[in-house]
Nanobody, 129 residues
Framework: EVQLVESGGGLVQAGGSLTLACVAS????????ISWFRQAPGKEREGVSC????????GYGDSVKGRFTISRDSAQSTVYLHMESLKPDDTAVYYC??????????????????????WGLGTQVTVSS
């Protein structure tokens, strides 16, 4: 069974940092894209960052560029999202998702919720002011 499990969410003060992890299991493809999305109450789901496998091309949403960094540990089948300079506006449920097809020349194009094939259950991130 293909599965994505997020962890690392929590409460942090504005200006602080947090690292989320997404563990992927059950994948049989040699290529896929793992992305992070977030959704705040009353707002649409927003693409945060993505990384392609195996070539590790990355993409970032405009609101997090320069503050968030995505990386992966292939041995652990884990994708990390390191978040710095957090703001109250970053408060949301953060979801890990997978697109099992590599189709975009610009990695940022993978940050499209409707293109994702598999979703995790999410982890809450709350940034206090």
């Amino acid at each position: 069974e293909v599965q994505l499990v997020e962890s690392g969410g929590g409460l942090v003060q504005a200006g602080g940092s947090l690292t989320l992890a997404c563990v992927a299991s059950g994948f049989t493809n040699a290529e896929e894209v793992i992305s992070w999305f977030r959704q705040a109450p009353g707002k649409e789901r927003e693409g945060v960052s993505c990384i392609t496998i195996p070539d590790s091309r990355t993409g970032y949403g405009d609101s997090v560029k320069g503050r968030f960094t995505i990386s992966r540990d292939s041995a652990q089948s884990t994708v990390y999202l390191h978040m710095e300079s957090l703001k109250p506006d970053d408060t949301a449920v953060y979801y890990c998702a997978a697109d099992v097809n590599l189709w975009a020349s610009d990695a940022k194009d993978y940050l499209t919720p409707s293109e994702q094939d598999i979703w995790g259950l999410g982890t809450q991130v709350t940034v206090s002011s």
